[in-house]
Protein backbone atom coordinates (compact mmCIF):
# COMPACT_ATOMS: atom_id res chain seq x y z
CA UNK A 1 0.00 0.00 0.00
CA UNK A 2 1.02 3.69 -0.76
CA UNK A 3 2.13 5.65 2.35
CA UNK A 4 2.40 9.81 2.03
CA UNK A 5 4.30 11.09 5.18
CA UNK A 6 4.63 14.93 6.50
CA UNK A 7 7.33 14.98 8.53
CA UNK A 8 6.59 18.53 9.65
CA UNK A 9 3.58 19.07 12.09
CA UNK A 10 4.20 22.56 12.21
CA UNK A 11 5.56 24.79 10.05
CA UNK A 12 6.04 28.61 10.69
CA UNK A 13 6.88 31.86 8.35
CA UNK A 14 6.87 35.37 8.30
CA UNK A 15 4.65 37.19 6.04
CA UNK A 16 7.02 37.78 2.50
CA UNK A 17 9.12 34.97 3.49
CA UNK A 18 9.77 31.68 1.43
CA UNK A 19 8.55 28.61 3.29
CA UNK A 20 8.96 24.65 1.96
CA UNK A 21 6.80 22.32 3.35
CA UNK A 22 8.11 18.41 2.65
CA UNK A 23 6.35 15.26 1.79
CA UNK A 24 7.47 12.36 0.64
CA UNK A 25 5.70 9.05 -0.67
CA UNK A 26 6.08 5.07 -1.01
CA UNK A 27 5.30 3.33 -4.06
CA UNK A 28 6.72 0.86 -6.21
CA UNK A 29 4.76 2.36 -9.34
CA UNK A 30 6.57 4.18 -11.93
CA UNK A 31 3.34 6.36 -12.85
CA UNK A 32 1.34 8.13 -10.61
CA UNK A 33 -0.26 11.66 -9.33
CA UNK A 34 0.85 13.79 -6.39
CA UNK A 35 -1.27 16.77 -4.69
CA UNK A 36 -1.05 19.87 -2.46
CA UNK A 37 -4.70 20.68 -0.70
CA UNK A 38 -4.85 23.35 1.51
CA UNK A 39 -7.33 23.45 4.79
CA UNK A 40 -8.06 26.47 6.25
CA UNK A 41 -10.20 27.08 9.02
CA UNK A 42 -13.23 27.40 7.45
CA UNK A 43 -12.79 23.91 6.74
CA UNK A 44 -12.81 23.83 3.16
CA UNK A 45 -10.47 21.56 1.32
CA UNK A 46 -8.89 23.79 -1.89
CA UNK A 47 -6.34 22.24 -4.14
CA UNK A 48 -3.19 24.08 -4.57
CA UNK A 49 -1.57 22.60 -7.23
CA UNK A 50 -1.00 18.69 -8.80
CA UNK A 51 1.73 17.32 -10.82
CA UNK A 52 2.73 13.68 -13.24
CA UNK A 53 5.21 11.79 -12.04
CA UNK A 54 6.14 11.39 -16.10
CA UNK A 55 6.30 14.89 -16.34
CA UNK A 56 10.18 16.13 -15.31
CA UNK A 57 9.19 19.91 -15.04
CA UNK A 58 8.18 20.84 -11.57
CA UNK A 59 4.44 22.25 -11.15
CA UNK A 60 3.99 25.99 -10.88
CA UNK A 61 1.15 28.06 -9.66
CA UNK A 62 1.49 31.68 -9.51
CA UNK A 63 3.44 31.65 -5.67
CA UNK A 64 3.21 28.26 -5.49
CA UNK A 65 5.75 26.01 -6.63
CA UNK A 66 6.99 22.08 -6.31
CA UNK A 67 10.46 20.36 -5.95
CA UNK A 68 9.15 17.01 -7.38
CA UNK A 69 12.48 14.82 -7.20
CA UNK A 70 10.79 10.83 -8.49
CA UNK A 71 14.38 9.13 -7.39
CA UNK A 72 13.85 10.09 -3.87
CA UNK A 73 10.60 9.74 -3.53
CA UNK A 74 10.14 13.58 -2.82
CA UNK A 75 7.63 16.22 -3.34
CA UNK A 76 7.95 19.57 -1.39
CA UNK A 77 6.33 22.33 -1.91
CA UNK A 78 7.46 26.07 -1.62
CA UNK A 79 5.31 28.98 -1.23
CA UNK A 80 7.07 32.64 -2.27
CA UNK A 81 5.99 35.71 -0.95
CA UNK A 82 3.67 34.50 2.30
CA UNK A 83 0.83 35.69 2.83
CA UNK A 84 -1.79 35.87 6.27
CA UNK A 85 -3.84 33.61 4.00
CA UNK A 86 -1.79 31.19 3.45
CA UNK A 87 -2.38 30.21 6.78
CA UNK A 88 -3.82 26.51 6.48
CA UNK A 89 -3.30 22.95 7.06
CA UNK A 90 -1.06 21.54 4.10
CA UNK A 91 -2.36 17.95 2.74
CA UNK A 92 -0.04 16.30 0.49
CA UNK A 93 -1.79 13.19 -1.60
CA UNK A 94 -1.11 10.29 -3.47
CA UNK A 95 -3.04 8.48 -6.55
CA UNK A 96 -1.42 6.04 -8.40
CA UNK A 97 -2.08 5.48 -12.05
CA UNK A 98 -5.46 3.15 -12.66
CA UNK A 99 -7.14 1.59 -15.79
CA UNK A 100 -10.19 0.37 -13.78
CA UNK A 101 -12.65 2.22 -11.14
CA UNK A 102 -11.73 5.20 -9.48
CA UNK A 103 -8.65 5.50 -7.65
CA UNK A 104 -8.51 6.84 -4.44
CA UNK A 105 -6.46 9.65 -2.95
CA UNK A 106 -3.64 8.68 0.11
CA UNK A 107 -3.49 11.95 2.03
CA UNK A 108 -0.74 12.44 4.12
CA UNK A 109 -0.96 13.40 8.41
CA UNK A 110 -0.71 17.13 7.02
CA UNK A 111 1.58 20.42 8.28
CA UNK A 112 -0.07 23.16 9.74
CA UNK A 113 1.29 26.46 8.28
CA UNK A 114 1.50 29.75 11.02
CA UNK A 115 1.89 32.86 9.19
CA UNK A 116 3.51 35.83 11.19
CA UNK A 117 3.57 39.73 10.78
CA UNK B 1 -17.84 25.96 -9.40
CA UNK B 2 -18.20 22.80 -7.91
CA UNK B 3 -19.98 22.76 -5.45
CA UNK B 4 -20.18 20.06 -2.91
CA UNK B 5 -22.87 20.44 0.08
CA UNK B 6 -22.94 18.49 2.86
CA UNK B 7 -26.41 18.50 4.65
CA UNK B 8 -24.61 19.30 8.58
CA UNK B 9 -21.84 21.17 9.53
CA UNK B 10 -22.11 20.13 13.57
CA UNK B 11 -23.96 16.60 14.27
CA UNK B 12 -24.57 15.44 17.81
CA UNK B 13 -25.83 12.14 18.27
CA UNK B 14 -25.83 9.57 21.25
CA UNK B 15 -24.05 6.06 21.22
CA UNK B 16 -26.06 3.10 19.29
CA UNK B 17 -27.96 5.69 17.24
CA UNK B 18 -28.34 5.30 13.69
CA UNK B 19 -26.48 8.14 11.66
CA UNK B 20 -26.88 10.07 8.29
CA UNK B 21 -24.91 12.13 6.69
CA UNK B 22 -25.83 13.56 3.21
CA UNK B 23 -23.69 14.46 0.54
CA UNK B 24 -24.27 15.98 -2.88
CA UNK B 25 -22.92 17.40 -6.15
CA UNK B 26 -24.02 19.81 -8.57
CA UNK B 27 -21.60 19.06 -11.24
CA UNK B 28 -22.30 15.77 -12.36
CA UNK B 29 -19.49 13.79 -11.14
CA UNK B 30 -18.81 9.56 -11.67
CA UNK B 31 -17.01 9.22 -8.35
CA UNK B 32 -17.86 10.03 -4.61
CA UNK B 33 -15.65 9.65 -2.01
CA UNK B 34 -15.69 9.57 2.23
CA UNK B 35 -13.33 10.66 4.07
CA UNK B 36 -12.38 10.61 7.65
CA UNK B 37 -10.13 13.60 9.50
CA UNK B 38 -8.75 13.06 12.62
CA UNK B 39 -5.93 15.22 14.17
CA UNK B 40 -2.27 13.99 13.32
CA UNK B 41 -4.10 10.99 11.16
CA UNK B 42 -4.76 13.05 8.27
CA UNK B 43 -7.95 12.23 6.11
CA UNK B 44 -8.43 8.42 5.72
CA UNK B 45 -10.74 6.37 2.82
CA UNK B 46 -13.56 5.15 4.54
CA UNK B 47 -15.66 4.38 1.51
CA UNK B 48 -15.86 5.19 -2.64
CA UNK B 49 -18.50 5.34 -5.03
CA UNK B 50 -17.28 5.48 -8.98
CA UNK B 51 -21.11 5.07 -10.00
CA UNK B 52 -24.92 5.11 -9.16
CA UNK B 53 -25.14 1.72 -6.94
CA UNK B 54 -21.94 0.94 -6.88
CA UNK B 55 -19.37 1.37 -4.18
CA UNK B 56 -16.08 -0.03 -2.75
CA UNK B 57 -14.34 0.16 0.66
CA UNK B 58 -11.41 2.24 1.18
CA UNK B 59 -8.96 1.66 4.13
CA UNK B 60 -11.41 1.98 6.87
CA UNK B 61 -14.75 0.81 6.22
CA UNK B 62 -15.77 -0.69 9.70
CA UNK B 63 -19.16 0.53 11.04
CA UNK B 64 -19.86 2.32 8.08
CA UNK B 65 -21.80 1.74 5.03
CA UNK B 66 -22.49 4.23 2.26
CA UNK B 67 -25.81 4.52 -0.19
CA UNK B 68 -26.10 5.91 -3.84
CA UNK B 69 -29.55 6.13 -5.38
CA UNK B 70 -28.22 8.41 -7.56
CA UNK B 71 -25.85 10.48 -9.54
CA UNK B 72 -25.38 13.33 -7.49
CA UNK B 73 -25.95 12.17 -4.04
CA UNK B 74 -24.14 10.01 -1.53
CA UNK B 75 -24.81 8.91 2.03
CA UNK B 76 -22.38 7.54 4.74
CA UNK B 77 -24.61 5.32 7.11
CA UNK B 78 -23.32 4.57 10.86
CA UNK B 79 -25.02 2.27 11.51
CA UNK B 80 -24.96 1.92 15.37
CA UNK B 81 -22.66 5.39 16.54
CA UNK B 82 -20.04 4.80 19.04
CA UNK B 83 -17.84 7.30 20.70
CA UNK B 84 -14.66 6.25 18.64
CA UNK B 85 -16.76 7.66 15.51
CA UNK B 86 -16.48 11.09 16.80
CA UNK B 87 -14.48 12.99 13.86
CA UNK B 88 -14.30 15.05 10.66
CA UNK B 89 -16.35 13.81 7.98
CA UNK B 90 -15.57 14.93 4.75
CA UNK B 91 -17.01 14.32 1.45
CA UNK B 92 -15.40 14.42 -1.73
CA UNK B 93 -16.21 14.00 -5.81
CA UNK B 94 -14.35 14.17 -8.65
CA UNK B 95 -14.49 13.50 -12.76
CA UNK B 96 -13.18 9.92 -14.14
CA UNK B 97 -9.70 10.81 -14.90
CA UNK B 98 -6.44 10.29 -12.70
CA UNK B 99 -5.32 13.76 -12.96
CA UNK B 100 -8.49 15.10 -11.65
CA UNK B 101 -8.48 16.72 -8.64
CA UNK B 102 -11.21 16.11 -5.58
CA UNK B 103 -13.70 19.03 -4.58
CA UNK B 104 -14.55 18.77 -1.41
CA UNK B 105 -17.61 19.87 0.89
CA UNK B 106 -17.47 22.15 3.87
CA UNK B 107 -16.91 18.62 6.63
CA UNK B 108 -19.27 17.10 9.06
CA UNK B 109 -18.06 17.58 12.66
CA UNK B 110 -19.97 15.07 14.36
CA UNK B 111 -19.63 13.97 18.21
CA UNK B 112 -21.13 11.19 19.38
CA UNK B 113 -22.18 11.06 23.30
Known amino acids: AQTVTQSQPEMSVQEAETVTLSCTYD???????LFWYKQPPSRQMILVIR??????QNATENRFSVNFQKAAKSFSLKISDSQLGDAAMYFC??????????????FGTGTRLQVTL | DVKVTQSSRYLVKRTGEKVFLECVQD?????MFWYRQDPGLGLRLIYF???????EKGDIPEGYSVSREKKERFSLILESASTNQTSMYLC????????????FGNGTRLTVT
Open chain 2, 92 to 103: ASSLTGQYSPLH
Open chain 1, 27 to 33: TSESDYY
Open chain 1, 51 to 56: QEAYKQ
Open chain 1, 93 to 106: AYRRSYTGTASKLT
Open chain 2, 27 to 31: MDHEN
Open chain 2, 49 to 55: SYDVKMK
